[in-house]
């Protein structure tokens, strides 16, 4: 079977009435076409919640077992890359909060549990706010003293920090490991630019954000229908 079948075979089994039914299809498939699903499964973030699927439903056994052995120490993995990463996050937005900036979180932890049941069913690369433009020098100074750095400033008004890089990745890198390499962007405004077309996304004043908390951490957050426009663009 040609490695876009396998795809639209795994497709199925995401359907709200799922369909198990053709997956001893890849017991029959060869070692690299199963890598070859994996690699496509990790690209495309849907790897936790095939295997929360198929969990949910009963069906592990469906599954190659090197498949299934691959799969499941994908999402040990990233639940403790999630929680390192959900302490950093608890780290960066105490320290907001201490230099009295305006800011709100966006993306990433924001997510859960409205757009994402658990917040390790998600690969999180890096932290995102939205920073109110009195406060941006002040949330500069925050991310120094954490340890960051500057590293650029994009034209839509996105400051982009990071810790000092000390390993060079490389595409043999496990990406579910716990980050060596962390990344900070402090966004003025939310703005969408692709080919010479510039989208401004409908965002309220920092008046009507709303509160979230996760792991005990109470944060700031867009408003829900302008947290789901946001995910839109």
């Known amino acids: 079977m040609r490695d876009r079948d396998l795809r639209a075979l795994l497709l199925s089994t995401l359907q709200p009435v799922p369909d198990f039914s053709r997956l001893l299809v890849l017991r029959r498939s060869s070692a690299s076409q ?12 849907l790897a936790f919640y095939l295997l929360k699927q198929l969990q949910d439903h009963g069906a592990l056994g469906h599954l190659p077992k090197e498949f299934r052995e691959a799969l499941e120490y994908r999402m040990k993995a990233n639940r403790q ?3 390192a990463m ?7 937005v105490q320290s907001l909060h201490r230099d ?26 890096d932290f995102d706010f939205l920073i109110a433009e009195s406060s941006l020098e002040k949330a500069k100074h925050t991310m120094q003293s954490c340890g960051y750095e500057k590293q650029e400033t994009r034209d839509a008004g996105e400051v982009t920090f990071a810790t000092p890089l000390r390993h060079i990745p490389s595409p043999n890198d496990d990406i579910y490991e716990i ?14 630019t692709a080919h010479g077309v510039s989208i ?20 700031p957050t867009l408003p829900t229908e302008e947290m789901f426009c946001l995910q839109v663009m």
Not at 34 to 45: A, E, M, V
Not at 184 to 192: A, I, K
Request: hydrophobic content about 35%; overall charge positive.
């Open 179 to 192: 980050p060596r390499h962390r990344e900070v962007d402090l966004l003025t405004t939310l703005r969408h």
């Open 81 to 83: 890359r999630t929680l």
């Open 34 to 45: 199963l890598r070859r699903l994996l690699r496509w499964l990790d690209q495309s973030g």
């Open 86 to 92: 959900i302490r950093e996050f608890v780290r960066l």
């Open 100 to 125: 009295d900036v305006q800011f709100c979180a966006l993306k990433g932890f924001t997510l859960t549990p409205d757009f994402c049941q658990s917040a390790d069913l998600r690969h999180q690369t």
């Open 200 to 219: 401004e996304a409908p965002i309220g004043c920092f008046d009507r954000v709303e509160s979230k908390t996760l792991h005990g951490l109470s944060f």
